[in-house]
């Protein structure tokens, strides 16, 4: 069987990444803000689907980070029932 090779990936790196994201979302903000009078119905539609993907984004790194967390937790609880 050939071997799966999975990507891997660093807590700090998708956290630049989220950052990153989450700074061009404010930027579209700014830019839709700025020019009331230019924005369109599909400009706002765009904005508020980013604005959503953000937020799932952080809600599932901050999944991530809780189940790491319970982890830990179990761990710890292990050895001190041993």
Do not use: C, D, W
Not at 6 to 15: E, K, Q, S
Not at 28 to 54: C, E
């Amino acid at each position: 069987m050939g071997e799966t090779n999975f990507g891997t990936i660093t807590f700090n790196t998708l956290i630049a990444k989220y950052i990153k994201m989450q700074s061009a979302v404010t930027s579209m903000v700014r830019s839709v803000a700025s020019r009331m009078s230019s924005a369109t119905p599909g400009k706002f539609l765009l904005l508020q689907f980013a604005m959503a993907q953000v937020a799932q984004i952080g809600e599932s790194i901050s999944n991530l980070l809780s189940q790491v967390n319970t982890v830990v937790s179990h761990a710890i609880q292990n050895q001190k029932t041993q």
